[in-house]
């Protein structure tokens, strides 16, 4: 699927102006943990292609105070300004996507705060359980699929793929092995869910879009269900709905488990940050939705049996390998300067190396774990090079005719 560029305009074409006597909220990137920083109050200024260059057009500044304060910030060099804490607070978001330290305690704050439920204008209690305003775990809403009759979407699916002639002999003789009996069940519903869309109407179903959007925005309130602040994190239209296909819940799914563990938000944000570079932007959520529709085809090929065997489980090992696919892209996207035009090519080698060496994509992803868990919120460079090498290296193995990688 060719991805489109998402709407919005480059970060560094951005003119910021700031009102003096008004109240500015100065947020930084662990005011959602901690609450906003204090309010301040700051001279009439412009600051555009990071330099203050005048006073804008209007009255002039009400007192000397203010005067005198506009004065210190005009005619100071971008290197002084870059060195003002309110000036790098303010411009910390034109920033390009660079890993950043985020200690224990920040993400247990943030996870405590985000707990708090939702504040909104009524004043009715909520004494259901379904109502969209709570949060949902990744737990509940996986346990609503196994209690509901989705026998009708059950007839769907194919469990796996259907090779007739040399395919099916050189995969009887060379392919991974069988999913064992007992994980079968669990495999097909995990490909049920697959089948599955979205209904507005369902509660359940709006309270998985309200987490997903509360988690990466960092907003408190509820959002409407259909608009453009879907297009703003990465979906094509104004209706989620219509971007599931071949993927179905299972995608909006995959991101409610990437957005409800501390450690694979810290992952979703900076994927997200990355999507809105003003050169490699790219739709966040269309692209989560594609790479979901990579591990349902890695699930259906048996290129996770052996590893789902190995764990004696199905779900766990899908959410992983779709995330450690992401985190690959996310790498390939920034440290390869791609763009939206590569998006086609990109999504097929993803898919390709991702479904021959699983197992290695999962180790990466335990290791930028590991690193987020210690502070380090993205892998070294020299490990991102060496198992990109790695990754080339097997694939020539494979069109050898060697055993390549598993």
Not at 181 to 206: N, W
Not at 259 to 280: C, F, G, N, P, Y
Not at 334 to 339: I, P, Y
Not at 373 to 392: D, F, V, Y
Request: charge should be positive; glycine fraction near 6%.
């Amino acid at each position: 699927m060719q991805l489109q560029a998402p709407n919005r305009h480059s970060i560094h074409d951005r003119v910021r102006y700031y009102q003096a006597g008004e109240v500015v909220t100065v947020h930084s990137p662990v005011s959602t943990a901690l609450g906003p920083l204090p309010s301040m109050v700051l001279p009439r200024f412009l600051i555009f292609d990071n330099k203050v260059e005048s006073v804008s057009a209007g009255s002039s500044p009400p007192c000397d105070k203010d005067s005198s304060a506009l004065l210190a910030f005009r005619g100071m060099s971008i290197s002084e300004l870059k060195n003002h804490s309110v000036l790098q607070a303010l411009t910390a978001e034109a920033n390009a996507w660079e890993p950043r330290v985020v200690s224990t305690e920040v993400l247990q704050a943030q996870e405590e705060w985000e707990a708090v439920e939702s504040i909104h204008p009524e004043t009715e209690s909520r004494a259901s359980m379904d109502q969209p305003g709570q949060l949902i775990s990744f737990s509940e809403a996986l346990q609503h699929f196994q209690t509901v009759d989705l026998s009708s979407f059950k007839k769907r699916i194919q469990p796996t793929i259907r090779r007739t002639g040399l395919a099916a002999l050189r995969h009887y003789l060379f392919g991974p092995p069988k999913l064992h009996q007992g994980l079968r069940e669990e495999r097909d519903l995990v490909l049920t869910i697959a089948q599955c869309g979205l209904d507005s109407q369902d509660p359940m179903h709006g309270r998985v879009l309200q987490t997903i959007y509360k988690k990466l925005t960092g907003s408190k309130f509820d959002c409407a269900l259909h608009g453009d602040h879907w297009e703003d994190l990465g979906f094509q239209g104004t209706n989620p709905a219509t971007d599931l296909r071949g993927a179905g819940f299972l995608a909006l799914l995959h991101l409610l488990y990437l957005v409800m563990d501390s450690k694979t938000l810290l992952m979703a944000r900076e994927i997200l940050r990355l999507s809105r570079h003003h050169i490699q932007q790219f739709p966040f959520c269309l692209m989560s939705v594609n790479i979901t529709r990579i591990a349902i085809q890695a699930l259906r090929e048996e290129c996770l049996s052996r590893e789902c065997n190995r764990q004696q489980k199905v779900i766990p090992v899908v959410n992983s390998f779709y995330a450690a696919t992401f985190l690959r892209l996310a790498h390939v996207w920034r440290t390869q300067h791609k763009t939206i035009s590569d998006s086609g090519f990109v999504l097929k080698d993803l898919e390709m190396s991702a479904k021959k060496s699983p197992r290695r994509l999962l180790k990466t992803l335990e290791t930028y774990l590991a690193g987020v868990s210690k502070g380090q919120a993205s892998l070294p460079s020299s490990l991102i090079w060496l198992h990109l090498q790695t990754q080339r290296l097997c694939t020539l193995a494979i069109g050898r005719g060697g055993p390549g990688c598993s």
